[in-house]
């Protein structure tokens, strides 16, 4: 029997911004590029802002202090952006 566990989480290396993305390193190579509009805080933050990011744990997150957002790569990994973007149900 086979598992889709992962024997070794996936971890970020790197981060960069282009003009209207956010893209990860990996540890294993592959980089992900996911819409900077995904993270409202990021697209209003300055560049000097955004260079202000620290890693969580050893690379499964991205944390801006100064910006209060916190990014896992498993949930860039699953294609989900920030909550602030999802609708609110209706009451």
């Known amino acids: 029997m086979s598992s889709l ?4 989480p996936p971890h970020a290396v790197a981060l960069r911004f282009t003009g209207d993305s956010l893209v990860v390193t990996l540890h294993d190579g592959r980089e992900l590029s996911v819409p900077l509009a995904w993270f409202p805080r990021l697209v209003h933050a300055t560049p000097d802002q955004l260079t202000q990011f620290e890693w ?9 202090p100064v910006l209060d957002e916190d990014i896992s ?5 699953e294609g989900r952006p920030s909550t ?8």
């Open 5 to 8: 566990a992962l024997e070794f």
């Open 73 to 77: 790569v498993l949930g860039l990994l």
């Open 56 to 64: 969580l744990g050893m690379g499964e997150g991205i944390h801006w």
């Open 84 to 91: 602030e973007l999802r609708p609110t149900p209706n009451p």
